[in-house]
């Protein structure tokens, strides 16, 4: 596989424990008053950090810290800790199982692989729901037209994203969910937040069910699409 794009891998990285500066949480959490332990505590009751369920609330908060810690250490090449000052929904992004995050302008282009590389980070929050394997990413010229094509499980897919300068073609989404769809009950819905204008170019993926939605609704006030 050719070199993914340093801007993509800095979107995967992304994924795992930053928050971007673009986000604005007071826009999307003004009526949030909840602590981060409230707030991770009623995101475990709606089924998010499974993969701490053997541990407590303040537990899961410490290890969520110490991995925040770990990653801004790693980028400023010093100790740094940024804390967990951190609204409703940029706790929500830290759940790495069940969320993808980054941005619609992903420096997608001949040679970098973004399409490859959306496709394997959505599968690993799908929960096995979502499994693409011999994923090509073909271009014919510099501007498309562009064809990508998987095995997932014993389907073979293959879609035509629009060409779109460097953005992601929404078309790539909607692949992952019809595939979602065989497996299981759950697919990956886009957060709009309480106004419903979302975040701009940047986008939030949550994998659940239609009862988890409703339930986000009821209790953050959030809307996904």
């Not at 701490?52 to 969520?64: Q, R």
């Not at 094509?149 to 790539?172: A, I, R």
Request: charged fraction near 25%; proline fraction near 2%; include cysteine.
């Amino acid at each position: 596989m050719k070199a993914i794009s340093k801007k993509w891998i800095h979107v995967i990285i992304f994924c795992f424990a930053s928050i971007s500066c673009n986000f604005n949480s007071n826009d999307l959490n003004k009526d949030s008053a909840n602590s981060p332990k409230i707030i991770i505590s009623e995101l475990r009751k709606i089924g998010f950090f499974e993969n701490f369920s053997s541990l407590t609330d303040e537990e899961v908060f410490d290890t969520l810290h110490q991995q925040r810690i770990n990653h801004y250490t790693k980028i400023f090449g010093r100790h740094y800790d940024p804390g967990m000052n951190l609204s409703d929904y940029e706790i929500l992004m830290l759940d790495n199982k069940r969320v993808v995050s980054g941005d619609y302008e992903a420096d997608v282009g001949k040679d970098n692989d973004v399409y490859i590389a959306i496709l394997e980070t959505f599968s690993r929050a799908s929960g096995g729901l979502f499994n693409p394997e011999n994923i090509v990413e073909k271009w014919e010229s510099d501007e498309g037209p562009v064809t990508v094509s998987f095995h997932n499980y014993n389907n073979t897919v293959e879609f035509k994203p629009e060409y779109q300068d460097d953005w992601l073609s929404g078309k790539v989404f909607s692949i992952i969910n019809e595939q979602m769809a065989i497996k299981g009950n759950e697919k990956f819905y886009l957060f709009l937040g309480k106004d419903e204008f979302g975040l701009g170019q940047n986008f939030i993926y949550v994998r659940m069910s239609e009862i988890q939605k409703d339930a986000f609704q009821k209790h953050f006030g959030w809307k996904f699409l």
